[in-house]
């Protein structure tokens, strides 16, 4: 199900190939993505598309209204997080975590790359019981990491991109996790040495293996495509408030509406490029004086 | 529970129930189904008040405008109803959801569910406030206003891509019509060419405060249905031969959706919640119907609509034995 959206989001071979089980709803999401409930009640596995700036917010009750039936629907929104920052605000979706990440019955996650959303998309149809929100980054990036040989996904676990001791940034999707990747290599020409965690859980977490991946480490960073305020850094702080000798925290994202402008332009402004980034995680390692 | 249900609240009123059986015997003196569907109908108020009596709240001015329409559809028209599993079945839900009470009281009456949860309504493991599929019979969560033209669509498209088949009874407030979504939905209905949706407007001309007209008009209100292309027709949604005439009409149109714009009375059954308040707002929506003054509203809720006499004459009779019942279940 689609919501005018396939030229942009390259579906159109996907309608080609399945005409009959295309359905395309017009620009009216809460009536897509009813129908999507109307369906799941009758037994079909939707999956329904739009932007993240719109499917989530314009159709937040019927997502609630959808997951209080307990049915199964996949949701894939494309274009989430800050870039492309060149459409503006309207089109940023930096705020789709905290409309439905309370959601029950409702497992949100954002893939690293190509690879994980083939795997995600998997899990979503043939193992998770209950319905997936995908955020989806719609710009080609490139990025310096890969996910380790044999990775698959366990629920509420995130995986060790590059290994570090000191500190440790947690982040998620291609673009994130690729300054993050970025500012560690930054860090450790600054004699830190910092891990590299993608985490592409957007609201569970797996506690144990989050104290362990952080135990000992003196800070971690986290790094939302998102506002800061109820994204994953939110999540990833309250479970290790409660931990005994919690390392460090330091919350980053979006702080205010984003900024429209080229796409490193944008990541300056709001200061979450790799060089920023270095420049905060050495800032809050360093005891004030 | 004894043989029927007398319970005392705890402002000393006492509540009268007519337990299905009651109901079945006074219908098998009727050998018209319409009229015997008015006479179930009477029967689904008076348990319908007596619930939101005991559960202290619900939506009982919009259960008592959709009860003749939703007893004429449950009685006469379902068939194999709210089974989507199976090849062929007819589905209704109430988009707005407020009127759960009535239709669990036609629940019960028809057997579908057992007579103890006429005691349960609102309360922990019985019967919710809005519909939720938890309870047998319910077809989709509703209460959240403007879903129920999108979530039949989806139904009804899932249907025939699975090869099977049944029509689709949406009953909706006016009030109701007020949400974008309601709005969204009607076009792609049609061009989908859902001929197997009806939808029933319960057009009771009073929302949840106030009257629709001094709240948000919905001005021409059949010109606009039928300029989005739906089929529409327009009727007395308490003359139980006009719904199901309707309700006949609708099912032969089979290239475009049907909408009823049935004309109801907020309230209807009882006098007094018939009207809106002097101060401009309606004081039966929601919430407890009365304090107190319980025995006036059962009292008009089973005599207040003057019927041919020997439908009520049955009624009534079951209405007393009802009430002899209670007073020797009651005493416990």
């Known amino acids: ?15 080609q190939r399945f005409p009959d089980r295309y359905v395309e709803a017009g ?11 109307g369906m799941a009640l009758e037994g079909l596995l ?24 307990k049915k199964k629907i996949i949701y894939a929104s494309s274009l989430a997080g800050l870039l492309p920052a060149g459409p503006g605000h309207s089109h940023q979706s930096v705020r789709d975590i905290s409309i439905v990440g309370s959601i029950p019955y409702l497992t949100l996650i954002e893939p690293a790359n190509e690879f994980e959303t083939k795997l995600v998309l998997r899990w979503a149809v043939e193992k998770n ?66 891990a590299v965690i993608n985490l592409p859980w957007l609201n569970v977490i797996d506690e144990k293996w989050l104290s362990e991946v952080t135990r000992g480490r003196a800070l971690v960073a986290t790094l939302d495509d998102h506002y800061k305020t109820f994204g994953q850094g939110a999540m990833i702080s309250q479970v290790l408030a409660a931990l005994p000798n919690a390392p460090l925290t330091l919350s980053i994202g979006l702080d205010d509406i984003p900024a429209c402008g080229t796409n490193a332009e944008v990541l300056i402004h709001h200061k979450l490029d790799a060089e920023s980034l270095a420049q905060r995680i050495i800032q809050a390692l360093t005891p004030e004086v | 529970m004894g043989e029927l249900g007398g319970v005392q609240t705890n402002t000393g009123a006492k509540l009268y129930f007519i337990l299905p059986a009651e109901i079945q015997k006074g219908l098998a003196t009727i050998g018209d189904p319409l009229k015997k569907t008015e006479l179930f109908a009477v029967t689904g ?27 004429h559809l449950w009685h006469n028209v379902l068939r194999n109803p709210n089974q989507p599993q199976e090849q062929y079945s007819d ?144 009727i007395d949604g308490h003359d139980i031969s006009a719904i199901a005439g309707a309700i006949d009409e609708c099912a032969a149109v089979q290239d475009r959706p049907q909408i009823i714009i049935a004309d109801t009375v907020k309230g209807k059954g009882v006098s007094f919640m018939e009207r809106i308040g002097e101060d401009g707002y309606y004081k039966f929506h929601s919430g407890a119907p009365f304090g107190g003054g319980l025995s006036k509203g059962v009292g008009r ?32």
Not at chain 2, 49 to 63: D, Q, R, T, V, W
């Open chain 2, 301 to 332: 809720a089973s005599g207040a609509h003057p019927r041919p006499r020997h439908r009520t004459g049955h009624f009534r009779n079951s209405a007393s034995c009802a009430r002899r019942a209670a007073k020797s279940t009651a005493a416990h």
């Open chain 2, 45 to 71: 108020r008076l348990n319908t008040l007596s619930m939101i009596m005991e559960a202290g709240s619900g939506h009982i001015g919009s259960s008592f405008s959709a009860m003749d329409i939703v007893s």
């Open chain 2, 91 to 234: 589905t209704y839900f109430s988009s707005k959801g407020h009127d759960a009470p009535g239709l669990y009281s036609v629940f019960i009456g028809l057997g579908l569910l057992p007579a103890e949860l006429l005691h349960k309504l609102r309360r922990l493991g019985g019967l919710p406030g809005h519909p939720d599929i938890s309870t047998p019979h319910i077809a989709t969560n509703t209460g959240s206003l403007g879903m129920g033209i999108s979530k039949a669509h989806g139904m009804a498209l899932a249907r025939r891509m699975q090869k099977k088949s049944g029509r689709f009874y949406v009953l909706m407030g006016d009030g109701e019509l007020q949400e974008g979504q309601f709005w969204e939905s009607l076009q792609p209905a049609v061009n989908a060419s859902l001929g197997e949706i009806t939808a029933i407007i319960d057009h009771n001309k009073i929302q949840s405060d106030a009257l629709i007209k001094e709240t948000s008009d919905l001005g021409d209100i059949e010109q606009k249905l039928r300029a989005f292309g739906w089929f529409v027709i327009r």
């Open chain 1, 1 to 15: 199900m689609d919501a005018d959206l396939i030229l942009d989001t390259g579906l159109i071979p996907f309608k």
């Open chain 1, 46 to 69: 939707p999956v329904v598309h739009s932007f993240a700036c719109f499917l989530p917010a314009r159709a937040n009750e019927q997502f609630y209204n959808n997951a209080s039936e």
């Open chain 1, 27 to 37: 620009i009216a999401e809460q009536d897509m993505v009813s129908r999507a409930g």
């Open chain 1, 129 to 194: 019981p209950e319905s997936t929100y995908m955020r989806l980054v719609s710009i080609p990036v490139e990025v310096p990491f890969s996910l380790p040989e044999g990775y698959s996904l366990e629920r509420g676990k995130g995986v060790v991109l590059k290994e570090g001791g000191d500190a440790a940034i947690i982040a998620y999707g291609p673009i994130m996790l690729s300054e993050s990747y970025k500012a560690a290599q930054l860090l450790e020409k600054n004699g830190v040495s910092a």
